[in-house]
């Protein structure tokens, strides 16, 4: 899947909702609610979706961006830097949808 619309608008957004849900996470913590959490796994899917399609679109710019006389350590502290992104984006996700889908056994 492929979108034409730039993403770059979002990046504030989705970076004030990972706030919101880590300081939600940290509240419940204290209040021990096993619907606050599942409230909070459901909107954390959300954002984490839209982090992972914002990192890969940023990515794609920024190997489509960059010039052909790059250094190799910049080219690598890129892709270093991407697949981190991506990595914490894809593990966000994964850990929140095993609690929806442990939530829905139960």
Do not use: C, W
């Amino acid at each position: 899947m492929v979108t034409k619309k730039d993403l770059t608008g979002m990046a504030q957004f989705l970076m004030m909702g990972l706030i919101g849900i880590i300081i939600a996470m940290v509240v419940n913590i204290f209040i021990g609610s096993t619907m606050m959490q599942t409230i909070i796994s459901m909107i954390a899917v959300v954002i984490f979706t839209g982090l992972t399609a914002y990192d890969t679109q940023k990515l794609k710019n920024m190997a489509v961006t960059l010039p052909d006389n790059a250094s190799g350590a910049m080219v690598r502290k890129g892709a270093i830097m991407g697949a981190l992104s991506l990595y914490l984006d894809f593990m966000g996700l994964f850990i929140h949808l095993m609690h929806l889908l442990g939530v829905a056994r139960e």
